[in-house]
Protein backbone atom coordinates (compact mmCIF):
# COMPACT_ATOMS: atom_id res chain seq x y z
CA UNK A 1 0.00 0.00 0.00
CA UNK A 2 1.53 3.97 -0.76
CA UNK A 3 2.24 6.05 1.33
CA UNK A 4 -0.43 8.69 1.75
CA UNK A 5 0.71 12.11 1.08
CA UNK A 6 1.03 14.50 3.09
CA UNK A 7 -1.90 17.59 3.11
CA UNK A 8 -1.32 20.82 5.44
CA UNK A 9 -5.19 22.65 6.34
CA UNK A 10 -4.77 25.87 8.03
CA UNK A 11 -7.94 27.82 10.09
CA UNK A 12 -7.98 31.93 10.43
CA UNK A 13 -10.48 33.76 11.22
CA UNK A 14 -10.86 36.70 13.83
CA UNK A 15 -11.45 36.69 17.59
CA UNK A 16 -14.17 34.35 18.36
CA UNK A 17 -14.79 32.88 15.43
CA UNK A 18 -14.93 29.06 16.99
CA UNK A 19 -11.10 28.20 15.20
CA UNK A 20 -10.73 25.19 17.82
CA UNK A 21 -13.40 23.78 18.09
CA UNK A 22 -13.32 23.00 14.35
CA UNK A 23 -9.82 22.01 13.97
CA UNK A 24 -10.96 19.52 16.80
CA UNK A 25 -13.85 18.23 15.44
CA UNK A 26 -12.51 17.65 12.04
CA UNK A 27 -8.98 16.01 12.96
CA UNK A 28 -11.48 13.57 14.92
CA UNK A 29 -13.21 12.82 11.50
CA UNK A 30 -10.14 12.80 9.21
CA UNK A 31 -9.03 10.44 11.97
CA UNK A 32 -12.11 8.55 11.13
CA UNK A 33 -11.20 8.25 7.81
CA UNK A 34 -8.09 6.52 8.66
CA UNK A 35 -5.93 9.52 8.36
CA UNK A 36 -3.31 10.82 10.82
CA UNK A 37 -3.41 13.96 12.02
CA UNK A 38 -1.18 16.70 13.52
CA UNK A 39 -2.81 19.40 15.60
CA UNK A 40 -0.81 22.59 15.94
CA UNK A 41 -1.26 26.45 17.10
CA UNK A 42 0.79 29.60 15.87
CA UNK A 43 2.44 31.08 16.62
CA UNK A 44 3.45 28.16 18.88
CA UNK A 45 4.14 24.68 18.44
CA UNK A 46 6.68 23.54 19.53
CA UNK A 47 8.74 24.36 23.03
CA UNK A 48 10.83 27.22 22.02
CA UNK A 49 7.65 28.50 19.54
CA UNK A 50 5.26 28.73 22.39
CA UNK A 51 7.82 30.58 24.53
CA UNK A 52 8.38 33.28 21.96
CA UNK A 53 4.17 33.46 21.90
CA UNK A 54 3.68 34.03 25.37
CA UNK A 55 6.06 37.00 24.67
CA UNK A 56 4.44 38.46 21.80
CA UNK A 57 0.61 37.58 23.00
CA UNK A 58 1.00 38.46 26.59
CA UNK A 59 4.12 40.74 27.22
CA UNK A 60 3.13 43.44 29.72
CA UNK A 61 6.07 45.44 31.08
CA UNK A 62 6.40 49.53 30.09
CA UNK A 63 8.39 48.81 27.52
CA UNK A 64 6.78 49.02 23.90
CA UNK A 65 6.54 46.17 21.51
CA UNK A 66 7.54 47.59 18.46
CA UNK A 67 5.53 46.30 15.34
CA UNK A 68 9.03 45.28 13.56
CA UNK A 69 9.54 43.41 16.69
CA UNK A 70 6.24 41.75 16.81
CA UNK A 71 6.66 40.53 13.20
CA UNK A 72 9.84 39.24 13.56
CA UNK A 73 8.87 36.98 16.43
CA UNK A 74 6.22 35.72 14.76
CA UNK A 75 7.81 34.95 11.70
CA UNK A 76 11.15 33.44 13.93
CA UNK A 77 8.00 31.00 15.48
CA UNK A 78 7.30 29.94 12.70
CA UNK A 79 10.25 28.88 11.20
CA UNK A 80 11.06 26.91 14.29
CA UNK A 81 7.10 25.00 13.63
CA UNK A 82 7.81 24.62 10.09
CA UNK A 83 11.13 23.02 10.24
CA UNK A 84 10.75 21.24 13.57
CA UNK A 85 7.06 20.06 13.26
CA UNK A 86 5.44 20.95 9.92
CA UNK A 87 7.38 20.05 7.52
CA UNK A 88 8.46 16.11 9.09
CA UNK A 89 4.49 15.78 9.44
CA UNK A 90 4.03 16.13 6.58
CA UNK A 91 6.92 14.01 4.83
CA UNK A 92 5.31 11.22 6.71
CA UNK A 93 2.23 11.44 5.24
CA UNK A 94 0.04 12.97 8.03
CA UNK A 95 -2.70 15.58 7.82
CA UNK A 96 -1.32 18.75 9.37
CA UNK A 97 -4.03 20.87 10.53
CA UNK A 98 -2.82 24.55 12.24
CA UNK A 99 -4.54 27.11 14.58
CA UNK A 100 -3.09 30.16 12.36
CA UNK A 101 -0.65 30.27 9.80
CA UNK A 102 0.93 33.35 7.31
CA UNK A 103 -2.87 34.54 6.56
CA UNK A 104 -2.94 35.78 10.29
CA UNK A 105 0.61 37.72 9.28
CA UNK A 106 -0.92 39.53 6.38
CA UNK A 107 -4.68 40.14 8.39
CA UNK A 108 -2.92 41.38 11.55
CA UNK A 109 0.45 42.73 10.95
CA UNK A 110 -0.33 43.79 7.58
CA UNK A 111 -4.14 44.80 7.02
CA UNK A 112 -4.46 46.14 10.87
CA UNK A 113 -0.34 47.43 12.04
CA UNK A 114 -0.19 48.50 7.96
CA UNK A 115 3.55 47.03 7.74
CA UNK A 116 5.10 46.38 4.18
CA UNK A 117 3.25 43.59 2.83
CA UNK A 118 6.02 43.15 0.41
CA UNK A 119 8.03 42.73 3.64
CA UNK A 120 5.73 40.50 5.07
CA UNK A 121 5.48 38.21 2.19
CA UNK A 122 9.01 37.80 1.96
CA UNK A 123 9.20 36.84 5.65
CA UNK A 124 6.29 34.45 5.71
CA UNK A 125 8.15 32.84 2.67
CA UNK A 126 11.16 32.78 3.91
CA UNK A 127 10.00 31.52 7.76
CA UNK A 128 7.75 28.52 5.99
CA UNK A 129 10.32 27.39 3.92
CA UNK A 130 7.95 28.40 0.59
CA UNK A 131 5.07 25.69 2.44
CA UNK A 132 1.95 27.46 1.82
CA UNK A 133 -1.45 25.19 3.11
CA UNK A 134 -3.07 23.24 0.65
CA UNK A 135 -6.47 24.24 2.02
CA UNK A 136 -7.23 27.28 4.74
CA UNK A 137 -11.04 27.87 6.32
CA UNK A 138 -12.03 30.94 7.17
CA UNK A 139 -13.98 31.23 9.89
CA UNK A 140 -15.87 34.65 8.86
CA UNK A 141 -17.18 36.75 11.90
CA UNK A 142 -18.20 40.25 12.50
CA UNK A 143 -16.06 41.65 15.30
CA UNK A 144 -18.73 42.51 17.61
CA UNK A 145 -20.47 39.10 17.39
CA UNK A 146 -16.79 37.44 17.96
CA UNK A 147 -15.95 39.76 21.44
CA UNK A 148 -19.64 38.83 22.44
CA UNK A 149 -18.32 35.20 22.47
CA UNK A 150 -15.38 35.91 24.25
CA UNK A 151 -16.90 38.66 26.73
CA UNK A 152 -17.23 35.89 29.92
CA UNK A 153 -13.81 36.26 29.91
CA UNK A 154 -12.28 38.93 32.40
CA UNK A 155 -10.80 42.23 30.65
CA UNK A 156 -7.45 41.08 32.00
CA UNK A 157 -7.19 37.67 30.30
CA UNK A 158 -7.34 38.96 27.25
CA UNK A 159 -3.57 38.71 25.03
CA UNK A 160 -2.35 41.90 23.69
CA UNK A 161 -4.56 41.47 20.45
CA UNK A 162 -8.04 41.13 22.04
CA UNK A 163 -7.13 44.68 23.85
CA UNK A 164 -7.11 46.48 20.30
CA UNK A 165 -9.48 48.78 19.60
CA UNK A 166 -12.68 47.66 17.67
CA UNK A 167 -11.87 49.17 14.62
CA UNK A 168 -8.50 47.04 14.43
CA UNK A 169 -10.42 43.81 14.61
CA UNK A 170 -12.27 45.20 11.96
CA UNK A 171 -9.18 45.96 9.44
CA UNK A 172 -8.38 42.33 10.36
CA UNK A 173 -11.63 40.86 9.11
CA UNK A 174 -11.44 42.89 5.71
CA UNK A 175 -7.52 41.62 5.41
CA UNK A 176 -8.49 38.47 6.02
CA UNK A 177 -11.35 38.46 3.35
CA UNK A 178 -9.29 40.60 0.72
CA UNK A 179 -7.00 37.50 1.15
CA UNK A 180 -9.70 35.23 0.56
CA UNK A 181 -10.93 37.06 -2.84
CA UNK A 182 -6.88 37.36 -4.13
CA UNK A 183 -6.91 33.07 -3.28
CA UNK A 184 -10.43 31.49 -3.99
CA UNK A 185 -9.40 27.66 -4.89
CA UNK A 186 -7.09 27.74 -1.26
CA UNK A 187 -9.06 29.87 0.99
CA UNK A 188 -12.98 28.95 1.62
CA UNK A 189 -14.60 31.47 3.62
CA UNK A 190 -17.46 30.02 5.96
CA UNK A 191 -20.24 31.81 7.53
CA UNK A 192 -18.81 31.59 11.73
CA UNK A 193 -22.59 33.03 12.89
CA UNK A 194 -23.42 29.67 11.78
CA UNK A 195 -24.61 26.70 13.81
CA UNK A 196 -21.27 24.91 14.55
CA UNK A 197 -22.78 21.44 13.53
CA UNK A 198 -23.43 22.53 9.81
CA UNK A 199 -20.06 24.62 9.80
CA UNK A 200 -18.22 21.07 10.75
CA UNK A 201 -20.55 20.06 7.93
CA UNK A 202 -19.55 22.28 5.32
CA UNK A 203 -15.88 21.81 6.19
CA UNK A 204 -16.39 18.07 5.74
CA UNK A 205 -17.73 18.27 2.37
CA UNK A 206 -14.70 20.90 1.14
CA UNK A 207 -12.82 17.79 2.72
CA UNK A 208 -14.33 15.01 0.67
CA UNK A 209 -13.53 17.08 -2.51
CA UNK A 210 -10.13 17.18 -1.93
CA UNK A 211 -8.71 14.42 0.27
CA UNK A 212 -11.02 11.31 -0.77
Known amino acids: MSKSKGFFITFEGPEGAGKSSQVTRLAEYLT???RECLITREPGGTGLA???RQVVKSHNTAEKVHDATEL???EAARAQHVREKILPALEEGKVVICDRFSDSTCAYQGGARKMDMSVIDYLNNYASAGRKPDLTFLLDLSPEEGFKRIST???EGFDRFENEKIDFHRQVRQAFLDNAKAEPQRIIVINAACDRDAIAEKIRQVINDSLF
Do not use: C, D, P
Request: hydrophobic share 50%; aromatic share 0%.
Open 153 to 155: REK
Open 72 to 74: LLI
Open 32 to 34: SMG
Open 50 to 52: EVI
